[in-house]
């Protein structure tokens, strides 16, 4: 699902009540129920930046009680003066049906009127919408001119994602070249996803030189923010001695975390340890729970080896 971007802007008053700048203070000083009320004074002023923000606060309940009808019509108010964040985030309450009945048309619209004041969310929510055929045909070549303007002006999900579209070849003839570019624009900014998929391309020389050691320290940073497909992947380059020297427990403390977030490759990786014995006793009940787990989630090749563990051991798979 895509995350909703709220972006709180402090202007100078302008011949309008200080209210509002006093509102939007209190808010970053973290005193919610204080600037909920001066934010509220704004807005019943008709200070559009006032509406928006109150409406973000009913919407993610800060300072008040979560409303998402409330949140909806103050985005409205703002909306119709023209302001971009507020057709931005109304358009994503149509798009989930949050306080309004769910309408894709809608939510294009003021997307799109958004997205012509350049407003980078906007620009990102709508290329998703053309890319998924989501409440209009889909159009690649419309999801890619999006994405690329939302990336253009540093939004990393966007980056992100456009960089996925050359590595996949998705709607794109597939560029390495431009995968990396986008990828490496969105790591710099501290996007773990980005980290992670650059450092797969730096492990298997796409777009860029091979480099493990290169590899290693992106995956650790992507890992240091909790990236499960990260903890993986510098798990494996542990287990295999690629790039570092061989290290069973490093290994397995890295697929022991990404396996308690639920990451499939890495139960199966933790569940081979067990089988083979590498830095641990062989436990091939272990090595079974962890694969069921992973073939819970889709991993066909956890499945196969435990048809085969319960072929040559069938008193293991016995419940």
Same mark, same amino acid.
């Given at each position: 699902?895509?995350?909703?971007?709220?972006?709180?802007? %402090? @202007?100078?008053?302008?011949?309008?009540?200080?209210?509002?700048?006093?509102?939007?203070?209190?808010?970053?000083?973290?005193?919610?129920?204080t600037a909920f009320k001066k934010l509220s004074i704004a807005s019943r002023e008709g200070n559009a930046l006032a509406q928006y923000h109150v409406?973000?606060?009913?919407?993610?309940?800060?300072?008040?009680?979560?409303?998402y009808k409330k949140a909806a019509a103050l985005y409205k108010k703002a909306s119709n003066q023209g302001l971009a964040m507020a057709q931005s985030s109304l358009?994503?309450?149509?798009?989930l049906g949050q306080g309004v009945k769910e309408n894709a048309e809608k939510a294009i619209n003021l997307y799109t009127l958004s997205a012509k004041q350049g407003y980078a969310p906007a620009q990102y929510n709508l290329a998703s919408m053309f890319f998924h055929g989501t409440g209009v045909k889909q159009d690649y070549e419309k999801a890619v001119a999006y994405f690329e303007a939302?990336?253009?002006?540093? %939004? @990393?999900?966007?980056?992100?994602?456009?960089?996925t579209m050359y590595l996949k070849a998705e709607g794109v003839p597939q560029d390495f070249k431009k995968a990396t570019f986008w990828y490496e624009k969105a790591s710099k900014q501290g996007n773990a996803d980005a980290m992670y998929s650059l450092g797969l391309m730096y492990t298997y020389g796409q777009g860029v030189a091979k480099d493990n050691q290169k590899a290693i320290e992106l995956f650790e940073k992507a890992a240091t923010q909790g990236s499960a497909l990260a903890k993986n992947s510098l798990g494996s380059m542990y287990l295999n001695?690629?790039?570092?020297?061989?290290?069973?427990?490093?290994?397995?403390?890295?697929?022991?975390?990404?396996?308690?977030?639920?990451?499939p490759l890495a139960q199966y990786n933790l569940g081979l340890m067990y089988a083979y014995g590498q830095g641990v006793p062989k436990d091939y009940h272990h090595t079974l729970q962890l694969w069921k787990k992973s073939a819970a989630q889709g991993n066909e090749v956890a499945q196969k080896n435990i048809n085969l563990l319960c072929e040559k051991m069938p008193k293991i798979c016995e419940k």
């Open positions: 699902m895509k995350k909703s971007i709220w972006i709180w802007v %402090l @202007t100078l008053s302008l011949g309008m009540s200080n209210v509002y700048d006093d509102g939007v203070l209190e808010y970053q000083a973290g005193h919610y129920k409406a973000s606060m009913y919407e993610n309940a800060e300072g008040v009680k979560q409303n358009g994503f309450m149509y798009e939302a990336a253009k002006q540093d %939004l @990393t999900m966007a980056q992100n994602k456009i960089a001695g690629i790039g570092p020297k061989v290290d069973y427990a490093k290994a397995k403390q890295l697929f022991e975390e990404a396996s308690k977030q639920g990451e």
